[in-house]
């Protein structure tokens, strides 16, 4: 006997009208359809940043089910939320996903949750070849991961490693598929969606084409037979909302007033 279908549109239409008891059906049914209102109700939670209400785990998992690349800044925002399970399927989202951007909140939750996501992070962004000593022995103390390895690591080396962004506008057709993959967290995820074979799947981790370190976004674009401006569009439609949310805060200006020096955003 078939399971009965999940009813798409009422989902998105209760979703669009503020029930969150609609978010565990389309989770189950993750329906591309659910990426902008599974979005916009994390972003009402936020918002309201209940630490009683619980839903924007649930929209968390909608998005992460529909693997949402451009979600990805806003979810990293959950992990600032008041309630503990947001902060944990945030944690794991931003794992899976590779967002790099969140190593530092990640690392200031010292959860069980947010260092497995860090782990995950490390082995799919920077290709394994960091923390294999935490991936083989996940010490605990008084039933808790220890965080000392990663803590040594993170000092000597890890803080050089995340590169910086690339903006909306360095992401033009010469730009090497490799740069991108390492600048711009979640572009895997963009190139799979549109067909590339530049990344692939072995079991949950990430794999890449030896040609990534050679080939262009026109080139790849050229040899896979498909027009180049919707994969540019994509990904200039992720660059733009990460700076969104990734833009640091102006800095103080010192002014005088009265000839008491106060402090002022710019």
């Known amino acids: 006997m078939s399971l009965p279908q999940p009813n798409v549109p009422d989902l998105l239409a209760r979703l669009a009208g503020g029930d969150a008891g609609a978010l565990k059906g389309l989770r189950d049914a993750a329906p591309p359809e659910a990426e ?7 972003r009402t939670a936020l918002a309201k940043a209940d630490p009683v209400d619980e839903s924007a785990a649930d929209a968390i998992g909608v998005l992460l ?17 008041p309630n503990a399970r947001v902060r944990d399927a ?10 790099y951007l969140a190593i530092d909140r990640l690392r200031s939750l010292r959860t069980d949750v947010a260092l497995e996501a860090l782990e995950k992070l490390f082995e799919r962004k920077f290709y394994g070849s960091f923390l294999g000593h935490l991936f083989s022995r996940p010490h605990r103390v008084d039933g808790r991961r220890d965080w000392t390895e ?5 000092e000597e ?5 995340p590169c910086p962004p690339l903006l909306p506008e360095e992401v033009t057709p010469d730009r090497l598929i490799d740069v991108v993959l ?9 190139l799979e969606r549109l067909g590339y074979r530049c990344v692939g799947r072995i079991g949950k981790d990430m794999d ?8 262009s976004l026109e080139e790849a674009a050229r040899l896979h037979g498909k027009p180049l401006e919707p994969l540019i569009a994509a990904l200039v439609a992720l660059a733009t909302k990460i700076q969104e949310h990734e833009q640091p805060p102006a800095p103080a200006e010192a002014v005088k007033t009265d000839d008491v020096e106060t402090v002022e955003e710019a």
Request: charged share 20%; glycine share 10%; aromatic share 8%.
């Open 36 to 42: 902008a209102p599974a979005e916009a109700y994390l």
């Open 182 to 190: 390492r600048r711009l967290p979640g572009s895997h995820r963009v």
């Open 208 to 215: 890449t084409c030896v040609a990534v370190e050679k080939e």
């Open 157 to 161: 080396e890890g803080k050089e490693i």
């Open 65 to 81: 089910a529909i693997d949402s690349p451009g979600a990805l800044p806003v979810v990293a925002l959950a992990l600032g939320h």
């Open 90 to 99: 945030a944690a794991q989202a931003v794992g899976e996903m590779g967002y």
């Open 150 to 154: 990663f803590d040594a690591f993170w």
